[in-house]
């Protein structure tokens, strides 16, 4: 039986709607318009699509959106000097600088730039160890999204055994840390990973976060298992190219019991989560009640 599919682009544009009206309420009872302040160095390609995208959305859901594009040249003492600046701007409540940045910046020093409070990426130490203690923090936008799915398709996670293929600090630890703060069973699993078919084989819940493209195949999965492909990977496709994820879907679709497609799956929740997470820095600020 095939698996049910999640269907991302839905559940996105619902997290979205539920913003939305947060920042309707906002206006119309506080008189406050949340902020969001993306800054990008350089002329990446991909990075200015994704920073067109976070700015477009921003304003779709009725914040303001602040966009500071500046050139791959900028000296890192410059960068650090916007970042000052925006920490303080009481208009701006979440501030995210897009990675990567040119060879020359210190992306470590600029992530632990930014005001904790205003960090909507969720990268700063402060933020990391918050989380990591079961503390309030704000969340890394990936994973936030993927947990968000999770708990919609499970209801409870306590006592489900998953399993995150992946250890990076923006995706594979943080997903880890929020299913551990869930009550599931969390094994990670990584490059090193002893006989890593049969770890991902004992998974209710297998989260796979690992860049290469469809290397876990339906023979990995669990029958009935919740299947998260987080994975982006361009691959050939003929004369074109074409998106997959980490997941082999075609085969994993038969032994899930649902699972995540690429495109269409995670990759859409990543902004609005985005954006939830400039609502509730914008809550926090003004000591105003948060959304859930
Ligand atoms: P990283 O390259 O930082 O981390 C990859 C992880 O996978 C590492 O921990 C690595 O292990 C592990 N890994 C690599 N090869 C293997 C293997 N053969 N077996 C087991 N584990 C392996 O990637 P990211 O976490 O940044 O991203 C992962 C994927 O998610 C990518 O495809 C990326 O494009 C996508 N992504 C999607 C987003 C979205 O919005 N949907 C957002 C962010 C990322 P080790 O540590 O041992 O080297």
């Given at each position: 039986?095939?698996?049910?599919?999640?269907?991302?682009?839905?559940?996105?544009?619902?997290?979205?709607?539920?913003?939305?009206?947060?920042?309707?309420?906002?206006?119309?009872?506080?008189?406050?318009?949340?902020?969001?302040?993306?800054?990008?160095?350089?002329?990446?390609?991909?990075?200015?699509?994704?920073?067109?995208?976070?700015?477009?959305?921003?304003?779709?859901?009725?914040?303001?959106?602040?966009?500071?594009?500046?050139?791959?040249?900028?000296?890192?003492?410059?960068?650090?000097?916007?970042?000052?600046?925006?920490?303080?701007?009481?208009?701006?409540?979440?501030?995210?600088?897009?990675?990567?940045?040119?060879?020359?910046?210190?992306?470590?020093?600029?992530?632990?730039?930014?005001?904790?409070?205003?960090?909507?990426?969720?990268?700063?130490?402060?933020?990391?160890?918050?989380?990591?203690?079961?503390?309030?923090?704000?969340?890394?936008?990936?994973?936030?999204?993927?947990l968000?799915?999770l708990r919609e398709e499970h209801g409870s996670l306590s006592g489900l055994?998953a399993?995150?293929?992946?250890?990076?600090?923006?995706?594979?630890?943080?997903?880890?840390?929020?299913l551990?703060r869930d009550s599931a069973?969390?094994?990670?699993?990584?490059?090193?990973?002893?006989?890593?078919?049969?770890?991902?084989?004992?998974?209710d819940i297998?989260?796979?976060?690992?860049?290469?493209?469809?290397?876990?195949?339906?023979?990995?999965?669990?029958?009935?298992?919740?299947?998260?492909?987080?994975?982006?990977?361009?691959?050939?496709?003929?004369?074109?190219?074409?998106?997959?994820?980490?997941?082999?879907?075609?085969?994993?679709?038969?032994?899930?019991?649902?699972?995540?497609?690429?495109?269409?799956?995670?990759?859409?929740?990543?902004?609005?989560?985005?954006?939830?997470?400039?609502?509730?820095?914008?809550?926090?600020?003004?000591?105003?009640?948060?959304?859930?």
């Amino acid at each position: 039986m095939s698996a049910k599919i999640i269907d991302g682009k839905a559940f996105a544009a619902n997290v979205r709607g539920k913003v939305a009206d947060h920042v309707a309420h906002l206006k119309e009872v506080n008189g406050i318009t949340p902020g969001l302040a993306v800054v990008l160095v350089g002329e990446d390609p991909a990075s200015q699509v994704y920073v067109r995208n976070k700015g477009k959305q921003t304003v779709e859901v009725g914040m303001n959106s602040i966009e500071h594009k500046l050139d791959a040249s900028t000296s890192e003492a410059d960068l650090l000097a916007l970042i000052d600046q925006l920490n303080n701007d009481p208009e701006v409540h979440g501030i995210l600088c897009q990675l990567p940045v040119p060879d020359h910046i210190d992306a470590d020093k600029v992530l632990a730039a930014i005001s904790p409070a205003k960090d909507v990426d969720g990268f700063h130490i402060s933020n990391v160890g918050l989380l990591g203690t079961g503390q309030k923090a704000m969340v890394p936008c990936t994973p936030l999204g993927c947990l968000m799915m999770l708990r919609e398709e499970h209801g409870s996670l306590s006592g489900l055994n998953a399993v995150v293929v992946g250890r990076s600090n923006i995706v594979g630890k943080p997903m880890a840390q929020l299913l551990l703060r869930d009550s599931a069973t969390v094994t990670i699993a990584h490059s090193r990973t002893k006989d890593i078919e049969e770890v991902c084989r004992r998974a209710d819940i297998l989260v796979a976060a690992v860049g290469r493209p469809e290397m876990i195949t339906g023979d990995w999965v669990k029958p009935g298992a919740t299947v998260i492909d987080v994975g982006i990977n361009r691959i050939p496709n003929g004369e074109k190219t074409k998106l997959v994820g980490d997941v082999h879907f075609d085969s994993a679709v038969e032994v899930a019991g649902a699972i995540t497609p690429v495109p269409g799956g995670v990759g859409p929740m990543t902004i609005a989560c985005l954006l939830a997470n400039t609502v509730t820095a914008c809550c926090r600020a003004h000591g105003l009640e948060e959304p859930e």
